[in-house]
């Protein structure tokens, strides 16, 4: 059932909580995309400290996205068990030991573990913000609140490529010493201690989720948080009845809590629906852009100074863009949203690849490395299409995978099939960057781009077919039913 939006001095008032938990959550968004940033600007400082191979610099940056998977998968299932408030608080002090002893690291190998242990904070935070966002929110405002935590993640991404770039002008290099006998790239790494601790003092003063609440019998704790979020125009009580009897279904039916089912693998079709979004997130290949843009724009005729304020500026435009849906989500519908950035990122991702094929290799007489050089109207095809892809995904798929992940599945199974979703997102984030550079060098950038816009146009048909819509809807009312066109 759907209950009227809120109106009125009182409404407001129990909005503004909302928002203000909200934000505090989407606060673990921040952690998660500045930890996963902030190796970028460290990464050749790292490699000459510990003289690296280059394939052993690619597994200590793409390790953390293992320790994301593994941190996404047992969020779930320990927030069930613990609560959501204690998990972020976990989460934070994984965040905040992952830094400190990252700018201490004395080995390869102990860097590697460190950024492990940051990931599965990385894995906790993508998983716990989305599901205790979507369990305080009225339904009215539920996807843009939910679309908070992607905004937290690119200001965290922008956060982390700023300090990078103003410690590394601050010492005159990521190798050179800044304070205190460290060199700088110790301190992008410790400067990432500041957001934890301040994640888990938020943490510390956040109320528990009602669906928590209700489930250990604290439900006189759960109608406060409740009274707090919802407002006068909407029945407290007739919402804890409704948990009530979702949590009571749940435990006459306890065999069916599982998110075991008849599907592939024996998992729930709805299970696979939510993993399929995740994998098409990232299939599409956004996050080559972020970690390879210098090349790209160094191909179109940059050079390195310029390519790095390109990139920043395309960071910008991806935060600017999720205000995009932020403003959309609730007015226009997840599906539709959905479907126009699949169509505008296959678009833009093709004619990406059509530019790369009339590129020219040009070689470097001092080194004799070979780069590509676009030149003309398809350098401006290229540039322009990299931009637009950066739109359509900040504007759509970005912050809505994670809205529909959050809200999607019934409540039996929401945080455990959250989890697994967000495991599956980081695995496919893992694949894409591992595999890039290797097909970069074998194929050129043609290639990869026209296999990425190939996904983008795959996942509208998914979308199209299996993807159905939850705007306006309480979560108590989400289904295991996948939607089929007919």
Request: hydrophobic content about 55%; aromatic content about 10%; glycine content about 10%.
């Amino acid at each position: 059932m759907t209950s009227a939006a809120p109106t009125g001095a009182g409404a407001r008032s129990a909005h503004r909580k909302a928002i203000s938990l909200s934000i505090a959550a989407a606060v673990g968004g921040f952690l998660f995309g500045f930890d996963s940033s902030v190796i970028n600007g460290a990464v050749s400082a790292i490699e000459g400290e510990f003289e690296l191979e280059a394939t052993v610099t690619g597994l200590v940056v793409a390790v953390a996205l293992l320790g994301c998977a593994l941190g996404a998968w047992g969020a779930g299932r320990l927030a069930d068990r613990i609560g959501r408030v204690k998990v972020m608080l976990l989460g934070s002090a994984l965040f905040l030991f992952s830094a400190v002893m990252s700018a201490l690291a004395w080995t390869a190998l102990d860097l590697s573990l460190w950024r492990f242990l940051g990931g599965i904070g990385i894995g906790i935070a993508s998983v716990i913000a989305p599901a205790y966002i979507a369990e305080i929110s009225p339904a009215s405002i539920r996807g843009s609140l939910a679309s908070l935590q992607q905004l937290a993640i690119t200001v965290g991404i922008f956060g982390a490529l700023l300090s990078d770039q103003l410690l590394a002008n601050a010492s005159g290099g990521a190798a050179n010493e800044l304070w205190l006998g460290w060199e700088a790239w110790r301190w992008m790494f410790f400067v990432e201690a500041v957001p934890a601790v301040v994640y888990g003092l938020l943490a510390l003063r956040m109320p528990e989720s009602p669906r928590y609440l209700v489930a250990r019998g604290a439900t006189d704790e759960a109608r406060r948080v409740l009274s707090s979020v919802l407002g006068p125009q909407e029945d407290v009580d007739e919402r804890i009845a409704e948990i009530e009897k979702s949590i009571a279904v749940d435990e006459e039916s306890a065999h069916l809590g599982s998110l075991k089912g008849s599907g592939f693998l024996g998992l729930k079709s709805i299970v696979w629906v939510g993993i399929l979004l995740a994998i098409f997130q990232q299939f599409v290949g956004i996050n080559i852009i972020f970690y390879y843009s210098t090349t790209l724009w160094q191909a179109v005729g940059f050079d390195e100074s310029q390519a790095f304020l390109v990139s920043t500026i395309t960071a910008v435009t991806n935060i600017a863009v999720t205000f995009i849906a932020i403003a959309l989500i609730d007015k226009v519908g997840r599906r539709p949203m959905l479907l126009i950035g699949s169509a505008g990122m296959a678009v833009s991702l093709l004619l990406m690849a059509a530019a790369f094929t009339q590129g020219n290799a040009v070689v470097d007489q001092a080194t004799g490395e070979s780069s590509l050089s676009l030149e003309g109207a398809w350098a401006t095809i290229a540039l322009i299409a990299a931009n637009a892809f950066v739109v359509f995904f900040g504007a759509t798929w970005g912050p809505l995978m994670w809205v529909m992940l959050g809200e999607m599945f019934p409540n039996r199974i929401r945080a455990a099939a959250l989890g697994v979703g967000a495991a599956a997102n980081w695995l496919a984030n893992f694949t894409i960057t591992l595999t890039f550079p290797p097909m970069l060098s074998t194929f050129g950038p043609a290639v990869p781009y026209g296999m990425y816009g190939f996904f983008a146009a795959l996942s509208f048909v998914f979308v199209w077919f299996k993807v159905s819509e939850t705007k306006g809807k309480q979560l108590e009312d989400m289904t295991e039913q996948v939607r089929r066109r007919t």
